[in-house]
């Protein structure tokens, strides 16, 4: 049946983001597949990273490991949630490293596999997962392939960024693994210091511009198309859309679009939102509804029922418009959109 709505979702700008990233940290980089690939689709992301030359790969749960097992042969997948109270019976079955978060992971672990490889976290100033530096002395024993520690501020120029990777040093160099890992992507243009032998870079993959270094060289990656249901004259002095927000001045005409919140297209959108047609910017009128939006088109006059029109889903540029982050833009897109990868 035909999918009034569309996502396009471009390989080679995912290929071209992790290999600028890579470079740019010059080491070995990874990949953020958590989330369904942050929205995206984790599995055809893992695809075409592994085609690149990817060998990490991070997701957050057991079921998300198991989802990919079969993809990376060479065991470059990890859970960043470790192995929780009731994850025993997955940690054996599926091909993934845990990377264990507190004391008590350890423990755990060391009963289920004490001769299997595992990463470990350590909290360096977040206070989110890992292990605290002082607590180091539990890991006597356990097989460490890559030992973690996540900033906090890293898309900021923040004083913690240098604190974290002063404690990072001096937990590296008391804890024997075999890689350290530190950056995300936002951690990847702070500058090599903070590379180790490992990134773990994620919304950057996906366009996300998350420091001025990467302007320019970080590509969009997902286009969002709606349709138009009707076109219409909004007379002046009436309004448009729930709450009756807008109102037209002099006679507009407007699009109807068949997209909304439902399909992750928030209302923070509404009032600030653009769409295109060809290089005709078409703001959104008044408020977002579930499942329609309203996009001035005096700009274009031809256009009409059944056409497609560009929603501008650039993050940097949607993340101003709407007040979400560049993140909450990509995990909150719906299921009714038509996924294509080209
Ligand atoms: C999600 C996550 C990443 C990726 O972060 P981005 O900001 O999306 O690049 C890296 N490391 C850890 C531990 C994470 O949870």
Same mark, same amino acid.
């Given at each position: 049946?035909?999918?009034?709505?569309?996502?396009?979702?471009?390989?080679?700008?995912?290929?071209?983001?992790?290999?600028?990233?890579?470079? %740019?940290?010059?080491?070995?980089?990874?990949?953020?597949?958590?989330? =369904?690939?942050?929205?995206?689709?984790?599995?055809?992301?893992?695809?075409?990273?592994? &085609?690149?030359?990817?060998?990490?790969?991070?997701?957050?749960?057991?079921?998300?490991?198991?989802?990919?097992?079969?993809?990376?042969?060479? #065991?470059?997948?990890?859970?960043? &949630?470790?192995?929780?109270?009731?994850?025993?019976?997955?940690?054996? %079955?599926? /091909?993934?490293?845990?990377?264990?978060?507190?004391?008590?992971?350890?423990? %755990?672990?060391?009963?289920?596999?004490?001769?299997?490889? *595992? =990463?470990?976290?350590? =909290?360096? #100033?977040?206070?989110?997962? #890992?292990? %605290?530096?002082?607590?180091?002395?539990?890991?006597? +024993?356990?097989?460490?392939?890559?030992?973690?520690? &996540?900033?906090? *501020? $890293?898309?900021?120029?923040?004083?913690?960024?240098?604190?974290?990777?002063?404690?990072?040093?001096?937990?590296?160099?008391?804890?024997?693994?075999?890689?350290? /890992?530190?950056?995300?992507?936002?951690?990847?243009?702070?500058?090599? =210091?903070?590379?180790?032998?490992?990134?773990?870079?994620?919304?950057?993959?996906?366009?996300?511009?998350?420091?001025?270094?990467?302007? +320019?060289?970080?590509?969009?990656?997902?286009?969002?198309?709606?349709?138009?249901?009707?076109?219409?004259?909004?007379? $002046?002095? @009436?309004?448009? +859309?729930?709450?009756?927000?807008?109102?037209?001045?002099?006679?507009?005409?407007?699009?109807?679009?068949?997209? +909304?919140?439902?399909?992750?297209?928030?209302?923070?959108?509404?009032?600030?939102?653009?769409?295109?047609?060809?290089?005709?910017?078409?703001?959104?009128?008044?408020?977002?509804?579930?499942?329609?939006?309203?996009? @001035?088109?005096?700009?274009?006059?031809?256009?009409? @029922?059944?056409?497609?029109?560009?929603?501008?889903?650039?993050?940097?540029?949607?993340?101003?418009?709407?007040?979400?982050?560049?993140?909450?833009?990509?995990?909150?897109?719906?299921?009714?959109? @038509?996924?294509?990868?080209?």
């Amino acid at each position: 049946m035909h999918r009034p709505l569309r996502l396009t979702i471009d390989r080679s700008a995912i290929q071209s983001n992790w290999r600028w990233l890579a470079d %740019r940290a010059g080491v070995a980089a990874g990949a953020a597949v958590k989330a =369904d690939g942050y929205g995206v689709g984790a599995r055809e992301t893992t695809e075409t990273l592994l &085609h690149a030359g990817c060998r990490d790969f991070f997701v957050s749960t057991w079921a998300e490991a198991e989802a990919l097992g079969d993809l990376p042969s060479d #065991g470059g997948l990890v859970v960043l &949630h470790g192995v929780g109270p009731d994850d025993g019976e997955a940690a054996l %079955r599926v /091909a993934a490293r845990p990377c264990l978060n507190s004391a008590e992971q350890v423990a %755990r672990w060391k009963q289920i596999a004490p001769s299997r490889s *595992c =990463d470990v976290m350590i =909290d360096t #100033g977040m206070n989110r997962l #890992g292990l %605290r530096p002082t607590e180091i002395g539990a890991l006597e +024993g356990l097989s460490i392939d890559t030992l973690h520690s &996540h900033l906090a *501020c $890293a898309d900021e120029d923040s004083s913690l960024n240098q604190m974290q990777l002063e404690r990072f040093r001096a937990v590296a160099s008391a804890v024997s693994a075999k890689r350290y /890992a530190l950056a995300n992507s936002a951690g990847i243009g702070l500058g090599k =210091d903070y590379s180790f032998d490992l990134v773990r870079p994620g919304i950057s993959l996906y366009g996300g511009v998350q420091r001025p270094e990467f302007e +320019g060289h970080i590509r969009q990656v997902v286009r969002v198309e709606a349709q138009v249901v009707q076109r219409r004259l909004i007379p $002046a002095g @009436e309004s448009c +859309g729930y709450g009756a927000t807008f109102i037209a001045k002099q006679d507009v005409e407007a699009a109807i679009l068949n997209i +909304g919140y439902a399909d992750g297209y928030l209302r923070g959108f509404s009032s600030h939102g653009s769409a295109f047609a060809g290089e005709f910017a078409l703001p959104v009128l008044g408020r977002v509804s579930m499942d329609l939006i309203a996009v @001035e088109v005096d700009a274009a006059p031809q256009l009409k @029922e059944g056409d497609w029109v560009e929603i501008d889903y650039d993050l940097p540029s949607a993340s101003r418009q709407s007040g979400l982050s560049q993140y909450e833009l990509l995990t909150t897109l719906g299921s009714r959109f @038509e996924r294509r990868w080209v």
